[in-house]
């Protein structure tokens, strides 16, 4: 099994920067898919990066110019930088990683952006 934690969440005003950080931890090696996901007040957990075994990325419209999801070579850490923030993107942001056993996510840490 795999556990995840988040970390580098906070509080900024918009137009500012963030970097979240995510900490893989457990059967790493099974791992073949990492990402991030948000979820704001009253609405469904979405999909906001992801990153594939093979490097491929993935983002979501809302914030393919401003987000970049990265990797460590050894697949256990990956990271969103996040730029020009917007008080659209408070929420709480989860890490998932892919596994043969299906997805796992980390407890989620608190992005707020006021404006």
């Known amino acids: 099994q795999v556990q995840l934690v988040e970390s580098g969440g906070g509080m900024v005003q918009a137009g500012e920067s963030l970097r979240l950080s995510c900490t893989a931890s457990?059967?790493?090696?099974?791992?073949?898919?990492m990402g991030w996901f948000r979820q704001a007040p009253g609405k469904q957990r979405e999909l906001v990066a992801e990153?594939?075994?093979?490097?491929?990325?993935n983002y979501a419209d809302a914030v393919r110019d401003r987000f970049a999801i990265s990797r460590n070579n050894a697949r256990n850490r990956w990271f969103l930088q996040m730029n020009s923030l917007t008080p659209e993107d408070t929420a709480v942001y989860y890490c998932?990683?892919?596994?043969?056993?299906?997805?796992?996510w980390g407890q989620g840490t608190q992005v707020t952006v006021s404006s």
């Open positions: 998932n990683a892919v596994t043969k056993w299906g997805n796992t």
């Open positions: 990153i594939r075994i093979d490097g491929g990325t």
């Open positions: 457990g059967s790493v090696a099974s791992i073949y898919g």
